[in-house]
């Protein structure tokens, strides 16, 4: 627990890769606004810029997308008050105290990473970057000192280097320096894409939550159907376009389609594609002007986003001094 707010620190992000889509939303984006509703959490959101540089073939994206990230949080309702969006190379903290974990773990450990070794056995270049990708997640969550990490059964990996990483450099320097993070498991389905697959920017078969209106027309027109008639019975479960529509309706717009469905009755999947377009206008329409504001008006951003920094800063200033006095380093700095 934070010693001054008995708040649990969750630490989560989402890396600046491409366009924002249904599936960001529904497996990371609306859980960790959810998160910071709760007033016994103190959320902190950190848009990892860094750890998309690990791609040298778009290296230049994070720096071109990380702010429609966090403009996408602002606007679909990050609460602010007591938690705290971030951009990870505004805090040199992290990088030093990557260091100091990479120093006290073996480089078997880095070996045996899934990005890692996935990337070796595709043929794609591993860059030091991605060998070094688990120490500057580690250092992520040690350096504000977080309590919990939300992760899919997938992501486990990550977050046990982590706790090995800690445990190595608390042993290695006799000292209780870093905090050994735990596992939020959150359930998510993965949600399919337009075409059946899971829903990638790779495969190019997402929905996106702010993109043009004609290309949203275009990819829900372009779901994966079965081809049953208007007046037959379907079963919503095996619908695709249900599944869909599931993971930004309400809960009252859900009902509606899935009797629809069921029924069949002059209700087939252009009607099912037209109430889907609907739904979304409902729920992101304005919230696509709000998220075009913020886009176009940084320095608003910026002053909203000053008390979490400040916060923030606080909490990396204090866990890498302690890191330094654990491995008895010294200054001779004078201001």
Known sequence: MSKKTNKLRVLTGIKPTGEIHLGNFSGAI???IELSQNPENEVIFLCPDWHGLTNKGQIFQPGQLSHHV????????????????????????????AWYLACTCSAGLLERSHAYKDALASGKEATAG???????????????????????????????????????????????????PKPLFQDNPILLGIDGRKMSKSYQNTISLFGPQKETEKAVKNIKTDSKGLNESKNPEECLIYQLFCSFASL??????????????GYGYGHAKQDFLQEHQRVFGQKRELYEHYLNNPQEVQKLLKNGYEKCLNYANEVTQKARQALGLKSYKLW
């Open 30 to 32: 609306k859980p960790t």
């Open 70 to 97: 966090i403009c996408t949080y602002l606007a679909l309702g990050f609460e602010l008050e007591n938690n705290a969006i971030i951009l990870q190379s505004d805090f040199s903290q992290i990088q030093e105290n």
């Open 130 to 180: 991605l060998l070094f990708y688990p120490t500057l997640m580690a250092s992520d969550i040690v350096t504000f000192a977080a309590h919990l990490v939300p992760v899919g059964k997938d992501q486990a990996q990550h977050l046990e280097y982590a706790s090995d990483m800690v445990r190595h450099f608390n042993q290695a320097t006799n000292s209780q320096t870093f905090l050994e």
């Open 252 to 265: 009252e717009a859900k009902e509606h389609m899935k009797e629809q469905l069921i029924k069949g009755m």
